[in-house]
């Protein structure tokens, strides 16, 4: 059976860039290691995308906020980025967990759901106009 991920992920790959600039930022004093990797599982119809460093962490009074709008502990930050990145992701079915220590990094993981690829015949069927 083929699977496919929807061409609105790409959406969904922005949020996961931005992640990636926010976990640079957060080793920029230190250096550290940013990883990426992408799984499938077709059993579940899922896949993951994890985003980890070894930057500064997250403090644990601010775990419960980082999806809140306008929260940012940053000099310069509008706090929007993680609140509609969390949104999209929502919006495609998904979810984003995340898992932080202070001082030793954190972790997103973006968990999304695969589709069924879409045959010519069905692609047409959902062109056409619902009939009267």
């Given at each position: 059976m083929d699977w496919h991920l929807d061409l609105r992920y790409f959406v969904v790959l922005v949020c996961a860039r931005d992640c990636c600039q926010d976990a640079i930022e957060s080793m920029q004093e230190?250096?550290?290691?940013?990883?990426?990797?992408?799984?499938?599982d077709p059993s579940a119809r899922e896949v993951t995308i994890r985003i980890a460093d070894t930057g500064s962490g997250i403090r644990e009074q601010d775990l419960g906020h980082i999806f809140?709008?306008?929260?940012?502990?940053k000099a310069s930050g509008t706090g929007l980025g993680l609140?509609?990145?969390?949104?999209?992701i929502e919006g495609h079915g998904g979810r984003i967990e995340i898992e932080s220590q202070v001082n030793k990094g954190s972790s997103f993981t973006v968990i999304l759901p695969i589709a069924k690829k879409r045959t010519r015949s069905t692609k047409k069927r959902a062109l056409q106009a619902p009939q009267a």
């Open positions: 230190g250096g550290g290691r940013l990883s990426v990797s992408l799984a499938a809140d709008p306008y929260f940012t502990t609140a509609i990145a969390q949104k999209i």
